[in-house]
């Protein structure tokens, strides 16, 4: 039975490279290969998941996979709040 979370170490990787790399990469892969918006999540995840597991964490299985997710997320969240706030401008 499961009674504790796993410890889970943040490193200078997750804090200033780790979702910045996603999100660059994520923009030339869409940029390049003239991507739909519905695979833009699949390939941040993809990308996210390989950086922070081979990566980021080597040594760490299940903390590689958690902040794989969390590098996804967060550079996925950059893109779709500035592609709503560049909206709303246009709007205005």
């Known amino acids: 039975m499961l009674t504790e979370f796993p410890v889970i170490h943040t490193n200078v990787w997750d804090a200033i490279w780790g979702v ?4 660059v ?5 869409k ?3 003239k991507l739909p918006p519905s695979w833009l999540s ?14 980021s964490h080597p040594k760490n ?10 590098y ?3 550079a996925m969240g950059v893109i779709y709040s500035t592609q709503q706030s560049y909206y ?5």
Request: charged fraction near 5%; charge should be positive.
């Open 20 to 23: 910045p790399v996603v999100l």
């Open 25 to 29: 990469v994520v923009l030339i892969a």
């Open 31 to 33: 940029w390049l290969f």
């Open 42 to 55: 699949t390939v941040a995840t993809v990308v996210a998941l390989a950086i922070s597991i081979f990566i």
């Open 61 to 70: 299985l299940s903390a590689g996979i958690f902040m794989g997710f969390f």
């Open 72 to 74: 996804s997320g967060a």
């Open 88 to 92: 709303a401008y246009r709007k205005r």
